[in-house]
């Protein structure tokens, strides 16, 4: 079985198609800067083999349809590709960022499924325009082939109403549907049953705190397999210190700004999303760009990093006091994976919540699931890393076979 993931954003597609009868990655790649004067396609045949071909394309892409043909006749290439023609795909699933309260599950795409995600646009008005773009072209260029959605906010749709809710009137609930949502529930999901396997232990039966650390944050309580809380909320915004990302503030900032800073509220809503998090405080979103600049003495550099990861252990914190038992702590994405002192800063102290990180195997990238913890810890601690694609193709044949 074959299987194309596909993440489709306002600008660019980013790409998949895996064989699932080993899981193994037949081609990866991105289509970028649809619509603009100069376009680019990526696309790495055959990833980590001997024969692996990476291809580059400066051309023009006039629209998703468009790059989305170009992927196609890419992966069809007599002489470079790895399929003989869109017929050998056997399944497409779609990552969606915001499936509301109508998603708590990867759903194969009908009619109504696509009404429901455009209903829910109000919720994420960049991604979820974007999302449906490459589901309706995808369905056009593959007609007959099962497409599958998978929500970046379905695992957390068991988190409870006294989590979910904000204390604000109630009827913005009611009729707004102004709420916690949280996403990167694909990665979460992911990394939390790679978890309960490495431990040999049912995911039902596991208390866990995983916390994903990109270019987005965001960390999750886990209680019995399940999504009980999560940091992102009603947008990708609330929590952790991201990378442009504010995370929580206080929410009268916002009229402090107008009032005294002749800001308006678009304004506001785009420093708290691409010019806050770590940018914001140092001028630098890249965490290996602010090791390096603390080498060299920068302080803002170094008040970053302490901040984000005073705010992790905060949260780590708050999550262990809502789980009361915790058998695992997991890191992942970017951050996550490969930076051992955010790692290390987030969890210093908790010693005595048993929480006990082995420094020798903490020094050192995750390229695979790893241990962190020292054998009297009574929390484990794992670096896995995350892999979005997989999760998603995993998903999809999931729904299909059942
Ligand atoms: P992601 O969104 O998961 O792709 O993560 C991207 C972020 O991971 C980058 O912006 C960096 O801050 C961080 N990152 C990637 N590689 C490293 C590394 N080797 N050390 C520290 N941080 C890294």
Known sequence: MKILVINSGSSSIKFQLLEMADESVLASGLVERIGETEGLIKCTMRPGRKDE???????????????MRMVVDLLSDARQGVISNSGDIDAIGHRVVHGGEDFHKPTVITGDVLAAIERNIPLAPLHNPANLDGIRVAQELFAGVPQVAIFDTAFHQTIPPHAYLYAIPYALYEQQRVRRYGFHGTSHKFVASECARLMGKPLEELNMISIHLGNGCSMTAIQNGQSIDTTLGLTPLEGLVMGTRSGDIDPAIHAFLVRNCSMDIEGIDAMLNKDSGLKGLCG????????????????????????????????????????????AIIFTAGIGENDEIVREMTLR??????????????????KAPTLLSKAESRVQIWGIPTNEELAIAREAKAVLNS
């Open 284 to 327: 630098m979103n890249d965490m290996r760009d602010i090791h390096e600049a603390i080498a060299k003495g920068n302080k803002l550099a170094k008040l970053a990093l302490d901040v984000q990861t005073y705010r992790n252990k905060k949260y780590v914190g708050a999550y262990m006091a809502v789980l009361g038992r915790v058998d």
């Open 349 to 366: 102290g908790l010693e005595s919540f048993g929480v006990v990180m082995d420094p020798a195997a903490n020094n050192q990238r995750v």
């Open 53 to 67: 071909l990476v291809v580059k394309n400066a051309t023009v892409v006039a629209d998703h349809k468009s790059g």
